[in-house]
């Protein structure tokens, strides 16, 4: 089982910045991608970004590239999400997520509570 905890949400203005993170524990979540979620009010769950929670290639929506960087630090079971030039329409409430796939939310097995963000134009 993998236990996931996210922080770093907030109220920001438009063109600002926030980081989330994700923090991992259990058993064998190395063998698991690290995935962001994020849901907007009254819309489904969309993919944002995905990584291998050990690090490699990063893979991000259309809708966030450029924008958002994902890393990773494996020693601290840890997992960042560095949003920049963020819009209002980035406001959801975002999810970190671990599975064995990469762009639907089907292929994640353990989530996180999520953590809100509002951007405010």
């Known amino acids: 089982h993998v236990q996931l905890v996210e922080s770093g949400g907030g109220l920001v203005p438009a063109g600002g910045s926030l980081r989330l993170s994700c923090v991992a524990s259990?058993?064998?979540?190395?063998?698991?991608?690290a995935g962001w979620f994020r849901q907007a009010p009254g819309k489904e769950r969309e993919f944002v970004a995905a990584?291998?929670?050990?690090?490699?290639?990063?893979y991000y929506a259309d809708s966030v590239k450029g924008r958002f960087t994902l890393s990773t630090d494996s020693a601290q079971s840890t997992v960042f999400l560095q949003m920049n030039t963020l819009k209002p329409e980035d406001t959801a409430v975002y999810y970190c997520?671990?599975?064995?796939?990469?762009?639907?939310?089907?292929?994640?097995?353990?989530w996180g509570q999520g953590t809100r963000v509002t951007v405010s134009s």
């Open positions: 990584v291998r929670w050990t690090g490699g290639t990063t």
């Open positions: 259990g058993d064998t979540f190395n063998n698991y991608v």
């Open positions: 997520a671990a599975g064995l796939g990469w762009y639907t939310s089907s292929e994640y097995d353990y």
